[in-house]
């Protein structure tokens, strides 16, 4: 498929361009970061934090509470749950022997550690439904192109034992408010694949049409390996061979037993009552093996990748009642969503999201000489634990200097203790924006302080 080709171009010219700079910089190929990973610098992880902030706080709004689990699991989690036909199972896997000769794997989603944990935690005598959100890191040995990363990040909630339709839109209706109080425009599908009852019918119904004679043999490689492990996965494949001939494959609508179809109604009627826009997906299925009953998938309205067909999700989820009691537990309805964070920070960085600034009522603290400094060390240390914005540079003798940093941090005040200062026990009070100074009596710097931050 054109798009796969040259995203693979892409990769390579951009591998080689990379080591082409690195040579030029003097820098070893081998101490450099991994293929596909990211380093988050300074002033990104504002966004970071915006994003992280936002998610969190909205998730506790709404009874969830935070988790965090491992990073490292044993291997058989995600073998057992997100499934050995997943494609993050077969082929993108973090996995090694460890010293122990543990078959362990870097994780590569959280849900599996969040049900793990449930368990383990004895969480089911807890009072139910029990809600957590957890953030972090997860591995996927894919192909690395522009939003895709090996290691990526994710905003991670689930609903434990309630089995209400309430609880799927409830997630929706978070992850809706999250992006527009990013001011992200995003588009939800929405789908239902089904329970273990109905589910029988339709993949028996499925699989004959796609070994049907012609359509079988149209089928990438992977589709025909997935047509006897898990024929629901070929309704989510890119090739473009493979999305043509899903255009005339049954429906899983048609085959919803009462209970699901009922289900379905109401979580469509709860995005309509909240006026929550979404597109009926019959399609969407999802690439991991547990789900049943609804899913979802977010993208960003307006993608410019779009049209090229290369619009990357930028979260998802759904139920998957079974997996609880298939790991051990008692049956427990269950639904969850993940939020990518890297996709999540990109779209806010190129929609010109503003950042609350923190810069407001900076007072700078300035020394000259060495008695001077250590004065306003202890000074500095007295005006920070009173709850005041201080900054500084120590490590600078020129005053200069020092003044420079001071309007670069657009500082409010800019405290002056110098020889004479000392000297005569005061300090130099200089407002930046006037430029008037005034010498105050050292032991009043506080009081003095703070009147002027208050008459803002
Ligand atoms: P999934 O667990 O595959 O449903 O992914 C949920 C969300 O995580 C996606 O919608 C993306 O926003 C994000 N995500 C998944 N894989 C990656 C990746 N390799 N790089 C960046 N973000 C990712």
Known sequence: MPRHKNSGNNNQRRDFFHKEELKQKGLSEKLVRLRGMKDVIFEENKYWDLVIKKASDLAEVYGFKKIQTPILEPLELYRKSTGESSDIVSKEMYA????NGEKIALRPEITPSLVRAYIENGMLNMPHPVKMYSVGPIFRHEKPQAGRYRQSHQFDMEIFGEASPVADFLLMLIAYNIFSELQIDIELQVNNIGCKQCRGEYIKKLTGYYKERGNRARLCNDCKRRLDKNPLRLLDCKEANCISLKEGAPPIVDFLCEDCKKKF??????????NIPYNLNLNLVRGLDYYTGTVFEITAKEDPEKNQGGQL?????????TLVEFFGGRPT???????GIERTVAKIKTSGVPLEKDDKNIIFLAQLGDAARRKAMLLFEELRKSGLKVKQAFTRDSLK????????LGAKLTLILGQKEMNDKTILIRDMESGNQEVIDYKKVKTEVEKRINAV
């Open 96 to 99: 090694f022997v460890d010293k």
């Open 265 to 274: 109604t109401r979580v469509l009627e709860y995005l309509d009552e909240m």
């Open 313 to 321: 999700s930028l979260g998802g989820g759904g139920r998957y009642d």
């Open 333 to 339: 309805p269950t639904c969850g969503l993940a939020l």
């Open 401 to 408: 200097d020092q003044l420079e940093e001071a309007n670069a």
